[in-house]
């Protein structure tokens, strides 16, 4: 039996389960984060199918989302009763605002959705969630802070990860939705991955959306799938 202290849980922005956009891009990853149902992924010229489950392994694993804050155990007396209502509570006191249109793009060295411009209200949701639920999070294992390779991060993403628990928050967040784990230096595969991707979900991505809820997502034992359990809705 799983121990509630295993488990792990993590805020997100996902596309409600009814858009284009979400059902474009669980079929993308090849899993759906609602179900739990393996979804047969589109066909990229030049990729077999199984390279490119292998290249799409990592966002499978977590689901389509974009991260506010990152997966995390839950602080001693903490519950995930608990976490649901004050998620739901300070959902409801937010207001829905228009996200800018996502593209299709390298970010880093995996392929990503990110928004065309800047947008201040999308790094301050995500400050905010940072902030807000910390209080539920259980402190860092010595053998979580080296999975995030310390010595390769800078010193102020080492500062951020001792204060918060992950180092790419506040000032090093960037809003974005992965489609990949990390590529090959492979120019000819990341343009074709990039293409069969802006085919795939470039339409849906580039429409206007509201940011109008946030999304926990918990993983009910080490290794297992994340699974969404719980949508807050924004002035609900």
């Given at each position: 039996?799983t121990?509630?202290?295993e ?14 956009l ?16 393996a ?5 990229v010229p ?15 694993h977590?689901?389509?989302h ?9 602080a001693?007396?903490?519950t ?12 409801a ?29 999308l ?6 969630c ?9 402190p860092?294992?010595d053998a979580e ?8 991060l ?12 992950y ?24 343009e ?12 849906p991505?580039g429409?206007p959306?509201?940011?109008d809820?946030?999304c926990l ?12 359990v719980?949508r807050?809705?924004f002035?609900a």
């Amino acid at each position: 039996m799983t121990m509630d202290s295993e488990k792990r849980y993590a805020l997100y922005y996902a596309p409600h389960e009814t858009s284009a956009l979400w059902r474009a891009g669980s079929a993308w990853i090849g899993r759906c984060a609602i179900s739990g149902d393996a979804i047969k992924p589109p066909e990229v010229p030049g990729i077999c199918a199984q390279q490119f489950a292998a290249l799409t392994a990592a966002p499978r694993h977590y689901g389509f989302h974009a991260t506010l804050k990152a997966p995390f155990r839950l602080a001693e007396g903490a519950t995930q009763e608990i976490l649901v209502a004050e998620v739901r509570a300070w959902g409801a006191g937010q207001s829905p605002f228009q996200m800018p249109r996502l593209e299709v793009r390298i970010v880093d060295d995996f392929l990503a959705l990110a928004p065309c411009s800047p947008h201040r209200r999308l790094d301050s949701i995500a400050a905010e969630c940072v902030k807000q639920f910390d209080h539920l999070r259980a402190p860092l294992t010595d053998a979580e802070v080296e999975r995030r390779n310390p010595r390769r991060l800078s010193e102020h993403a080492v500062e951020l990860m001792g204060l918060w628990g992950y180092p790419f928050v506040m000032d090093l967040f960037r809003f974005h939705l992965s489609l990949t784990g990390a590529l090959p230096e492979d120019g000819s595969l990341r343009e074709s991955l990039q293409s069969a991707a802006s085919t795939e979900i470039g339409p849906p991505a580039g429409a206007p959306a509201q940011f109008d809820s946030i999304c926990l997502f918990e993983e009910a034992a080490p290794g297992a799938d994340f699974r969404l359990v719980a949508r807050a809705p924004f002035g609900a």
